[in-house]
């Protein structure tokens, strides 16, 4: 059975630094994309993040680029973020996901981890 873990969410003031990070299981090799979204209070899931195990490629959605950096240790099966400069509106749960379709269409999601940018 497949498992993600997601850990490292928690409160922070506004222009502080959190670290996300993910640990997937049950797998004999790793997702073509990894990835992490969130879903803030009253609004859908948005893509956050992404990468691309063949080249390590990187993909951010317009609202957290400049601020946040995602890599994976593919020997590891991990994933990180990291987040910097972080605003009020960056307050959500953070999913993180795996799958081999595409960017936005990932196949298992982790439980998900709070993180709350206090202003």
């Known amino acids: 059975q497949v498992q993600l873990v997601e850990s490292g969410g928690g409160l922070v003031q506004a222009g502080g630094s959190l670290r996300l990070s993910c640990a997937v299981s049950g797998r004999t090799f790793s997702f073509y994309y990894m990835g992490w979204f969130r879903q803030a209070p009253g609004k859908e899931r948005e893509f956050v993040a992404g990468?691309?195990?063949?080249?390590?490629?990187?993909n951010y959605a317009d609202s957290v680029k400049g601020r946040t950096t995602i890599s994976r240790d593919n020997a590891k099966n991990t994933v990180d973020l990291q987040m910097n400069s972080l605003k009020p509106e960056d307050t959500a749960v953070y999913y993180c996901?795996?799958?081999?379709?595409?960017?936005?269409?990932?196949?298992?999601w982790g439980q998900g981890t709070q993180v709350t940018v206090s202003s």
């Open positions: 990468i691309r195990r063949s080249d390590s490629y990187t």
């Open positions: 996901a795996g799958g081999n379709i595409d960017w936005y269409r990932p196949t298992y």
